[in-house]
């Protein structure tokens, strides 16, 4: 039964959300570590994530049914009722909030509170069954997570949080097409109405190619604004660059699924790569500062 709730709270998607949390408190520490607030950002942040998680996998249960990869889930199959996962869910975000809360500062769980809402509230029960912009707006709540481990250190939204939070927005919207390409007769099997499925593969390819280069420029911008040093703004413009040929180049020279794949597993090299190097190759400077919750 342990099995079952830690698969609820989709291990896969928190740890990916991690790396990018450590990589934007690492940016915002400037080589500053605090192990309490690193490990509060951590443990919150994971709470928070898993929490979502669980809620979604409740409210996704009547799509889930219909989906291969996902009717095998415990909710699914009845393993665990959805009283049970709903307590849980609720437990598991009073930890993750409360301990941003008490450890980190009111910015930080003002953008876990977005991030959470947006992807229950905003994501799961309405945007992703009604909207073909439903990718969109779940690009927010997945974007929080950098914001949030930047925030627990600086306490104020300011020019390098505006440009994370910007950046991991753009990052989201290709690389959930890739998915959705990758799992097309899942989706088209729910009826979700991602952009592959309503307006064809080749459009969701054309906006992938936009989302890609805006997202390269945008991560730039890290650079432009003294943030981080050369070789973060290098390794970027090399990923970004990969990425974009591969969406471009390989998609006449493979199976739609399998290109989708590629640009998929590129996608995650690509947040992976930049999550590292911001975390490494930081600068230390005097932030901008756009909003202070007090």
Same mark, same amino acid.
């Given at each position: 039964?342990?099995?079952?709730?830690?698969?609820?709270?989709?291990p896969g998607i928190i740890m990916g959300n991690l790396i990018a949390t450590v990589a934007g408190y690492f940016l915002a520490a400037q080589g500053d570590f605090q192990l309490v607030t690193f490990l509060a950002v951590c443990i919150g942040t994971s709470g928070v994530i898993a929490s979502g998680c669980v809620f979604n996998n409740v409210i996704d249960q009547d799509i889930d049914k219909l989906m291969q990869r996902t009717q095998n889930r415990a909710l699914v199959k009845k393993v665990i009722t959805s009283n049970g996962a709903l307590l849980y869910a609720m437990i598991l975000g009073v930890i993750g909030f409360?301990?941003?809360? %008490?450890?980190?500062?009111?910015m930080a769980v003002l953008f876990a509170v977005i991030?959470?809402?947006?992807?229950?509230?905003? %994501?799961s029960l309405h945007y992703k069954r009604k909207s073909v912009y439903g990718t969109l707006i779940g690009s927010i709540s997945g974007a929080c997570p950098p914001v949030i481990g930047y925030c627990a250190?600086? $306490?104020q939204f300011d020019v390098g949080a505006l440009v994370i939070l910007l950046t991991f927005c753009l990052w989201q919207i290709p690389h959930s097409y890739a998915i959705a390409i990758y799992r097309f007769e899942d989706y088209k $099997?729910?009826?979700i109405p991602v952009l592959p499925l309503v307006n064809g593969i080749e459009s969701a390819r054309k906006h992938?190619?936009?989302y890609i280069v805006a997202f390269t420029l945008m991560a730039l911008a890290l650079f432009v604004f003294n943030y981080v040093g050369t070789l973060y703004a290098v390794s970027t413009l090399l990923i970004g660059t990969v990425w974009?040929?591969?969406t471009i180049v390989d998609f006449g020279r493979y199976e739609q699924h399998i290109w989708a794949k590629r640009v998929f597993v590129v996608s995650i090299l690509a947040i992976t790569s930049l999550s590292v190097f911001m975390s490494l190759d930081f600068v230390s400077l005097a932030p901008q500062t756009l909003l202070t919750v007090r």
């Amino acid at each position: 039964m342990f099995k079952e709730f830690l698969v609820l709270t989709k291990p896969g998607i928190i740890m990916g959300n991690l790396i990018a949390t450590v990589a934007g408190y690492f940016l915002a520490a400037q080589g500053d570590f605090q192990l309490v607030t690193f490990l509060a950002v951590c443990i919150g942040t994971s709470g928070v994530i898993a929490s979502g998680c669980v809620f979604n996998n409740v409210i996704d249960q009547d799509i889930d049914k219909l989906m291969q990869r996902t009717q095998n889930r415990a909710l699914v199959k009845k393993v665990i009722t959805s009283n049970g996962a709903l307590l849980y869910a609720m437990i598991l975000g009073v930890i993750g909030f409360g301990t941003l809360g %008490y450890f980190t500062t009111e910015m930080a769980v003002l953008f876990a509170v977005i991030g959470f809402a947006v992807y229950v509230g905003l %994501y799961s029960l309405h945007y992703k069954r009604k909207s073909v912009y439903g990718t969109l707006i779940g690009s927010i709540s997945g974007a929080c997570p950098p914001v949030i481990g930047y925030c627990a250190v600086t $306490a104020q939204f300011d020019v390098g949080a505006l440009v994370i939070l910007l950046t991991f927005c753009l990052w989201q919207i290709p690389h959930s097409y890739a998915i959705a390409i990758y799992r097309f007769e899942d989706y088209k $099997a729910a009826n979700i109405p991602v952009l592959p499925l309503v307006n064809g593969i080749e459009s969701a390819r054309k906006h992938m190619v936009a989302y890609i280069v805006a997202f390269t420029l945008m991560a730039l911008a890290l650079f432009v604004f003294n943030y981080v040093g050369t070789l973060y703004a290098v390794s970027t413009l090399l990923i970004g660059t990969v990425w974009l040929a591969i969406t471009i180049v390989d998609f006449g020279r493979y199976e739609q699924h399998i290109w989708a794949k590629r640009v998929f597993v590129v996608s995650i090299l690509a947040i992976t790569s930049l999550s590292v190097f911001m975390s490494l190759d930081f600068v230390s400077l005097a932030p901008q500062t756009l909003l202070t919750v007090r």
